[in-house]
């Protein structure tokens, strides 16, 4: 199984409050219809900080490479793609191998 962390930063002028909210609830709808996703997890800092890089984490499981590129080309796939475009200023995309160490 692998991971896709997709790290996000919200788009300027979104209050963070509205990213917290579209991050959390309005955003998971895509993750729901996406076809091979194993797990979703959504992350989001628990307070405002104009220092940090990004504000929140979501994190996607798939069985393999293969799984998470048929389901990012779908049409469900590509609208969850544009979505985030039009919510964040930057998004930063990481395939890993996940190891829990304890």
């Not at 963070?16 to 955003?27: S, V």
């Not at 996406?34 to 220092?51: F, H, I, M, Q, W």
Request: hydrophobic share 45%; charged share 30%; net charge negative.
């Amino acid at each position: 199984m692998i991971k896709v962390m997709a790290l996000m930063k919200r788009k300027d002028g979104m209050s963070f409050e509205d990213f917290r909210k579209w991050i959390l609830e309005d955003h998971v709808a895509f993750a729901r219809n996406l076809p091979g996703l194993r797990k979703y997890t959504s992350n989001v800092l628990r307070a405002e900080n104009a220092d940090a890089p990004f504000d929140g984490v979501s994190e996607m499981y798939f069985d393999d490479e293969a799984a998470m590129a048929a389901a990012f080309g779908t049409e469900v796939g590509k609208a969850a793609g544009g979505d985030a475009a039009a919510h964040c200023s930057n998004r930063f995309r990481m395939v890993c191998d996940e190891k829990q160490q304890f």
